[in-house]
């Protein structure tokens, strides 16, 4: 098995994002040593080189596969071969394919994982870029037609944060913020990346986020979030803290840091290293708190309307949520996620490091 296949099947067991032997051992470095059974043979290079860092117990799932020529021009071929043998194929072979070549190689860590072939389809089409053969689009979004996603539109730029204004606008940021908020002035706060909040990109800076600015120039923050007139800030202890111009309230909703926030008029919203996304209402006990939904892996980035919540996880996971009866639908882009949002139609926006894609499905209506 190549480096780039391993590396994605063993960063899968462990729940991490990683495209590279070197993005691998970092996520391992800020984790706890753990074992993990990896489809791999006790001799490969990646194997030994873990070691150190993981206990691993090889399963030999790794071992040489019968040669099965892929037509690698083909979307339906590479969509329904091995994804493994499709991987090592594209490594070997530097001719971009119109497209296709680079696009898995951007989505593989997703498009390796054992889904049927109209997902990996979609995965496919969200990962094209601007300069792919016009008619792969066509091709994957015929292939893609039994996914429960259908992407509505992808665009090949830096992303951030998201949020969204009141009237509805998406709002990207492609700078070096944690988290971006949106007040009904116009006011755009955004915590930098130190946990230190900044007005801008729309509205004044008020008299609340002036005292918000303040208070995190001596306490930094790790979330934010803005719903009416109250800013929302997490903190590295689990507490999530609602500022108004009428005082603070403030509740420990978490083991650990609070990852990501967002609000809407009446509730809020926030995750963390715990892995649990949490219901409060501010001016009421943090024992009424409620738990909406929690997975093994941190939150990394949270987005709410009356009745959606986007949620995205530290493993690649994105999911949307329907709060009345508690439907969700997944999608893994392949990349690792760095902020999701959702539009005024329902539709949901995830952030990545080079891309921001647009998704809708059933659940958004």
């Known amino acids: 098995m190549s480096m ?115 997902e990996r389809a979609l995965v496919l089409l969200a990962a094209l870029d601007d300069t792919a053969d016009p008619r792969l689009g ?53 915590l930098d990346e130190r946990g230190r909040l900044h007005t801008g990109g729309g509205g004044p800076a008020t008299r609340l986020t002036d005292a918000v600015a303040a208070t995190l120039a001596s306490h930094p923050a790790t979330a934010l979030a803005a719903a009416g007139g109250t800013v929302l800030t997490g903190d590295r202890m689990g507490t999530v803290h609602a500022f108004s111009l009428t005082g603070v309230d403030q509740a420990a909703l978490h083991t650990g840091r609070v990852t990501a926030l967002t609000a809407t008029p009446s509730t ?22 409620a738990t909406v939904t929690s997975r093994p892996y941190p939150v990394v980035a949270l987005h709410a309307t009356a009745h959606l919540l986007a949620v995205a996880w530290s493993d690649g996971l994105a999911e949307l949520h329907r709060l009345d009866t508690g439907e969700s639908v997944p999608f893994r882009p392949g990349p690792r996620i760095r902020a999701v949002a959702i539009t005024a139609d329902g539709s949901l926006v995830v952030g990545l490091d080079d891309a921001v894609v647009c998704l809708t499905c059933a659940l958004s209506g």
């Open 4 to 118: 780039r296949a391993a590396v994605w099947q063993v960063a899968n067991r462990l729940g991490v994002v990683a495209g590279t032997p070197g993005e691998l051992l970092s996520a391992l470095l800020a984790g706890p040593r753990r074992t993990v059974r990896v489809p791999l043979p006790p001799d490969h290079d990646l194997v030994r080189s873990l070691g150190p860092l993981i206990d691993v117990v090889a399963d030999g799932a790794g071992e040489p596969r019968p040669a099965a020529p892929v037509d690698l021009d083909d979307p339906a071929a590479v969509c329904t071969s091995d994804p493994v043998r499709v991987t090592e194929a594209y490594e070997a072979d530097p001719d971009p394919r119109g497209g296709l070549r680079p696009a898995w190689l951007r989505a593989g860590q997703s498009l390796v994982r054992d889904q049927a072939p109209a």
């Open 138 to 190: 066509p091709a994957l979004t015929a292939r893609a037609a039994g996914a429960p996603w259908r992407l509505a539109w992808s665009s090949r730029r830096r992303c951030t944060a998201l949020t969204t204004t009141p009237d509805g606008r998406l709002v990207v940021r492609e700078d070096r913020v944690r988290a971006v908020a949106c007040l009904p002035d116009g006011t755009e706060p955004a």
């Open 268 to 289: 809020t919203y926030s995750g963390g290293t715990d892995g649990t996304v949490r219901a409060w209402h501010p001016g009421q006990s943090p024992d009424r708190a």
